[in-house]
């Protein structure tokens, strides 16, 4: 399946997104937040904003705030499989959800706790209980093959390793796979790009976290993902070498500009964190370049990554604020707001 960049079908949706995106919370919205006196003041504020008005009108308690961000992002799907015209797209965005309830799934029901199904979520292509019940029967005759093939596997793999961590990138690589067989280089360069520098940055994580723990060559190839601008073979190349190698050939590419501070603050200090969030705000900027298309997928997927984003970041204030955190603190976790 193709998807053409600037696709003039989508012009009615854009001109929609370009509306809610007026609505995005901003720096200045965000800091409101934080400087509140804490959450259900926050909260008080938030509702100021449209899009999330009418949910907090029922919240009775400030520590059920979650009810609300699933809601915004339960809207948020419905919205767009009203707007989204190819059915295959759709079912690409929707897919991470699936892989998330997978792994909650797979994760709770072989660790025997019973208390999950609150945290799956509705924005799948599959059904969470119907997924839930396949998984508990070792059956999935009714979904998709691939999707079949690689869950039954998955499911194989943690019975077998217990591993929440291998589940993890062998789940997220079955992802990247479906990805890139959907996405056309030339026609959709501009997804194309995007996933290809989240594999980047999700690889480089993965190459400073296996040699932090010195847990072998063996592990580092079994996790890299593929189909990133750096090869999985070049980080192969240097787990053995160096740290100083490895800062070289970042230096070479395009990210050392934005990361190459955070890759030695983990140098020093064996912290991910603040590499983490450089890598999520690194990605948040590329996806800005989505509001000065006029045409195409991308103002869409660019507005929902933008939701996305802002649900985190939501979230990690409301959080902070019920647990008492400095406000320095919760600023300086923040990832970057798309607006």
Request: hydrophobic share 40%; charged share 30%.
């Amino acid at each position: 399946m193709k998807y053409r960049q600037g696709d003039t079908k989508y012009a009615f949706a854009v001109g929609k997104i370009r509306q809610l995106e007026t609505r995005l919370l901003d720096r200045q919205a965000i800091e409101r937040l934080i400087e509140a006196e804490d959450a259900d003041e926050s909260i008080k504020l938030l509702s100021e904003n449209q899009d999330y008005s009418q949910d907090i009108k029922g919240l009775k308690n400030p520590a059920s705030f979650e009810n609300i961000l699933e809601a915004q992002l339960d809207s948020l799907y419905k919205l767009f499989k009203f707007i989204c015209q190819e059915h295959e797209l759709l079912e690409l965005c929707r897919l991470k959800y699936d892989l998330l309830n997978l792994k909650i799934i797979i994760r709770n029901i072989a660790g025997e706790q019973k208390d999950f199904e609150a945290r799956l979520n509705d924005r799948g292509n599959i059904a969470k209980f119907a997924l839930k019940e396949a998984v508990v029967k070792k059956e999935f005759r009714d979904m998709p093959k691939q999707f079949a093939d690689m869950a039954r596997h998955a499911v194989l793999l943690f019975e077998t390793t217990k591993d929440p961590q291998k589940l993890d990138i062998f789940i997220d690589k079955y992802f990247y796979k479906v990805v890139f067989g959907a996405l056309d280089k030339d026609m959709h360069s501009f997804l194309y790009k995007y996933y290809q520098m989240a594999i980047d940055l999700a690889n480089i994580k993965i190459f400073l976290r296996i040699k932090q723990q010195t847990l072998g060559a063996g592990i580092l190839k079994e996790s890299l993902i593929e189909n990133g601008t750096i090869t999985a073979k070049s980080l192969l190349g240097m787990y053995d070498t160096p740290f100083v190698e490895f800062t070289k050939k970042m230096q070479r590419t395009d990210y050392w500009a934005s990361l190459g501070d955070e890759i030695e603050d983990w140098s020093k200090t064996g912290s991910l964190e603040k590499f983490e969030k450089a890598s999520d705000d690194y990605l948040i900027e590329y996806l800005k370049q989505a509001k000065y298309l006029a045409f195409g997928f991308e103002p869409l997927a660019g507005y929902m990554f933008a939701k996305e984003n802002e649900v985190k970041i939501i979230r990690n204030v409301l959080v902070g604020k019920l647990y008492g955190r400095p406000e320095a603190s919760i600023r300086e976790s923040l990832r970057q707001s798309y607006v």
